[in-house]
């Protein structure tokens, strides 16, 4: 991959990785633990406890995938580092620019990612 795409997939990258952190740290109330803060945040009686386990479990679920996805962001940018960014992780092939563009995290060629998930 050319220099000058490199670094707007990993300014790009940078962005959502700042972006993610902000929505991480607003859900959580700050900086606190997700056990702390969900805790925190479902400690009053205010509501019935099936609406409060419901709504428990899908800040846990949101914050899980948020997670998850900061994973990705800094594999990625692990990679560039690396000078394997671009590159499919499981055939080695090069990954199509108008892939990189959609998800800057992508690891995988379409056909491997496709196989993953039908696997």
Do not use: V, W
Request: hydrophobic share 35%; aromatic share 2%; glycine share 6%.
């Amino acid at each position: 991959m050319t220099h000058p795409d490199l670094h707007s997939y990993q300014k790009q990258l940078l962005q959502q990785r700042d972006d993610l952190r902000a929505r991480l740290n607003q859900l959580r109330g700050g900086e606190p633990s997700r056990a702390l803060a969900s805790a925190a945040h479902f400690s009053g009686h205010e509501d019935p406890q099936a609406q409060a386990n419901t709504e428990r479990d899908l800040e846990l679920a949101l914050d899980e995938h948020e997670t998850a996805e900061l994973r990705r962001i800094d594999a990625a940018l692990q990679r560039a580092a690396l000078g394997t960014y671009g590159r499919c992780i499981a055939c080695g092939t090069t990954i199509p620019e108008a892939r990189l563009r959609a998800t800057p995290d992508a690891e995988r060629c379409i056909d491997c990612q496709s196989a993953l998930e039908d696997a």
